[in-house]
């Protein structure tokens, strides 16, 4: 893309007279541009016209103007790109949600859905504030505004908006002209040029340079029109040689002169530390080919009458760029040894060069019925007219479009506006990790829009997010359902893995005490203290590299307690510490009460976390007899005492075993499993699941078999219950209920 505008203003009246002149705002100026529509059409957007005009009464532009003037400029500009009489109704009525208090339930009452949803697209945009303090996120609000429109329409419509009120920026207070230029400079521009709109790409930079920098605009704009002056005689004279060479050769072209825009002289004079008089590609010429083998030939053509500079040739014909752009350009030394820039096209490719993504709307509106791809010599544009033929769906056609234009993100902002980029379906717990592993660790809820949400919550484009955090907070291993980013997952596990290890070593070190005091040691000496050579000796015994180390083993079942206490025990006697006699009957035969490992009693409260777990096949809660198992590495699983998996584990594994008990109030409910035998009948399962939350017990899994249906079925409930009075008062409840034949609770399952 060269950053060139014709010389030779072929840019249709709406983009010459701003919209301040009474004459180009009124309705029928619009109207006079609406030939390529049908009368049905016509008259819809005539109505879209009456009801803007109606909900912006009184309201005014800052010139003066009565404010429907800036919706019908931004209707005539979707006009000039052909749109249809949706985008235009909508372009007409765009304003009318954010500042008339309409609701999109009206619009689609009174204009359709898809006209709506153009509307609501254009306001959700509105909304958007691009912070341009924050330079390096320009990119992403730029994906992000491309992400959110759902129709491309909107985006086209969001630009003739733009364009509208960058033209009447004089109109603005001069306070303003800093944040609404540098935010079209960096978002709208790129956009323009990304969607292939050159000539609106353009026209936003220079307008966006003249309200940035009036003084260097002022300045730029006097030296480029001396230097026009004194150019004059040159530009003709090679206009005027090349028309008489393609003549001579019988080739009907068109040759526009070219001028680059100021901004893009400044861009060059500031890059390269130029003055303007070092800039010297500033003018050049067009030549539109009647067919795509013309522009060889033209090629060849100028080359016999100009000398080529080596190394500036580039056939964007045969390669496009990725906008759909297509040119063969070429620099030539010209008269008086003047370099000139030439680009040869045909007319499909001028139009797709100037106008990108509308192209596709100017080619059905010029070549109605007609076979436009065909015609269209450019693959981009043709395989976007493929997927409009094949969806016949602007939706559609746009999700195409965009599959090339960015990858499967969405952007959220923080409340600090700062943008974040998340793989699609990210949730509260991959925005929260993203900020920092503390805020993820510590997450509890979120406001997502100002509205109370889940960890779960699935974020949506722009949807401003707040994690709610909480000092004592935890990552919870259930948040590995739906965390969707590696760095979300990975942080969890490691958290929990942590957790894990700081509660085995606790354990750990609470199972090593009451081992050394069944042997007659009160306290555990420091390691690093007076007994420092007996815990050296332990150590060297077990291979372990620290006391942490050895304990964090004891915690998770990988060493047994009662081995390494006594180990340590004859140890520490070596080193001095003799045992104390009424310690060891104290301990073994007052406070054990029975003889299995003897290694203390662990009080279970149901705070333990990941290091201890209830067994699945009997499902222990507060009340039952209950034993606990220390796997090989696993932690502890406690089991009910009379459990037949727990038994046959005590019978293979009996040093494993140590003393658990509950504590007296447990600090939340435990689950286990009901078996409910029900008559078959409407609303039954209904009854039962009310007489369970009227005991305030919660059904956390219903499983109903896949037995045939027969008169009774049975049910099994998992709930979660205090204990085991509490469970005695929800059997209770469930047989005094209807249809309940039979309820209690499951015998241990074998695992
Ligand atoms: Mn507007």
Request: proline share 4%; net charge neutral.
């Amino acid at each position: 893309m060269s950053p060139m505008a014709d010389i030779h203003s072929e840019t249709p009246a709406a983009q010459a007279h701003p919209a301040d002149s009474a004459a180009a705002a009124s309705f029928a100026g619009l109207l006079a541009r609406l030939d390529y529509l049908g009368p049905t059409e016509i008259d819809s957007i005539r109505q879209a016209y009456r009801f803007a005009d109606e909900a912006h009464l009184g309201q005014k532009r800052k010139n003066g103007d009565p404010y429907i003037t800036h919706p019908i400029a931004v209707a005539a500009q979707c006009a000039e790109w052909k749109l249809d009489a949706q985008a235009l109704m909508a372009a007409l009525m765009h304003d009318a949600i954010e500042d008339c208090g309409v609701t999109k339930e009206e619009l689609v009452e009174r204009f359709g859905a898809p006209v709506a949803e153009l509307v609501d697209g254009l306001t959700k945009l509105e909304k958007l504030e691009f912070d341009s303090r924050e330079q390096n996120q320009a990119e992403s609000f730029r994906k992000m505004l491309l992400a959110m429109a759902k129709d491309v329409r909107v985006i086209l419509i969001k630009l003739a908006d733009r364009t509208h009120n960058m033209r009447t920026m004089g109109d603005m207070p001069r306070s303003k002209w800093k944040r609404i230029s540098s935010e079209t400079l960096e978002i709208y521009a790129p956009i323009a040029h990304r969607l292939g709109l050159n000539f609106t790409y353009r026209e936003l930079q220079d307008l966006s340079f003249r309200f940035l920098h009036p003084w260097r605009y002022e300045v730029l704009s006097r030296a480029l029109s001396k230097s026009r002056n004194r150019r004059k005689d040159l530009i003709a004279r090679v206009q005027d040689e090349v028309e008489r060479v393609f003549i001579g050769h019988g080739m009907a072209v068109r040759i526009l002169g070219r001028e680059k825009t100021l901004y893009s002289v400044y861009r060059k004079m500031d890059a390269k530390h130029l003055s303007f008089s070092e800039v010297t590609d500033i003018y050049g010429f067009r030549i539109i080919a009647p067919e795509l083998i013309d522009c060889y030939t033209g090629l060849g053509i100028l080359h016999q009458l100009y000398k080529p500079v080596p190394g500036k040739f580039r056939d964007y014909v045969a390669i496009p760029k990725v906008n759909g752009y297509q040119s063969i350009h070429t620099t030539l030394i010209g008269p008086f040894g003047t370099n000139i820039e030439f680009q040869l096209r045909t007319h499909a490719m001028d139009v797709v060069a100037e106008s990108g993504v509308a192209a596709h709307w100017l080619y059905k509106a010029s070549e109605p019925g007609s076979d436009t791809s065909q015609r269209l010599g450019t693959q981009w544009l043709q395989s976007l007219l493929d997927i409009q033929q094949e969806t016949h769906d602007a939706t559609e056609f746009w999700d195409h479009i965009k599959i090339d234009l960015f990858p499967d993100a969405v952007y959220v902002f923080t409340p600090k506006s700062k943008i974040l980029s998340l793989p699609r379906g990210a949730t509260v717990v991959d925005f929260a990790y993203a900020i920092h592993s503390n805020v993820g660790d510590r997450a509890v809820s979120a406001r997502v829009n100002g509205e109370e949400s889940a960890l779960r919550t699935e974020l949506n484009n722009g949807d401003v997010v707040e994690v709610v955090t909480g000092d004592a907070a935890e990552p919870n291993p259930a948040w590995l359902a739906f965390a969707k980013t590696g760095r979300a997952r990975s942080k969890i596990r490691h958290h929990l893995k942590t957790l894990a290890q700081d509660e085995s070593r606790q354990l750990g070190e609470r199972m090593l005490l009451q081992t050394v005091r069944h042997e007659g040691i009160a306290q555990l000496p420091d390691e690093h203290g007076e007994h420092k050579a007996a815990w050296e000796k332990l150590l060297r015994f077990t291979g372990s590299r620290n006391r942490e180390e050895l304990v964090t083993d004891i915690g998770t079942g990988k060493r047994i307690a009662s081995m390494i206490g006594k180990k340590l025990a004859v140890l520490l006697a070596d080193s001095g510490l003799k045992p104390d006699p009424l310690l060891i009957s104290h301990e073994r035969y007052t406070s054990g009460h029975n003889d299995t490992a003897s290694q203390g009693v662990v009080t279970l409260d149901g705070s333990e976390g990941v290091s201890v777990q209830y067994a699945p096949c009997c499902k222990p809660i507060p009340g039952d007899r209950i034993v606990g198992y220390l796997g090989r590495g696993e932690g502890l699983m406690v089991h009910a005492e009379d459990c037949p998996t727990g038994k046959r584990l005590l019978h293979r594994d009996r040093e494993r075993f140590l003393e658990v008990e509950w504590a007296d109030e447990p600090v939340r409910a435990f689950e286990t499993t009901l078996v409910v035998s029900l008559h078959n009948g409407k609303g039954v399962l209904a009854r039962v699941a009310s007489a369970m939350a009227a005991t305030e017990a919660d059904i956390t899994h219903v499983d109903m078999g896949d037995e045939p249906a027969q008169n009774a079925t049975d049910i099994r409930f998992t709930v979660a219950v205090r204990d085991r009075q509490h469970l005695a008062a929800v059997l209770r409840r469930l047989k005094r209920t209807p249809s309940v034949l039979k309820a209690q609770r499951a015998k241990s399952t074998r695992t």
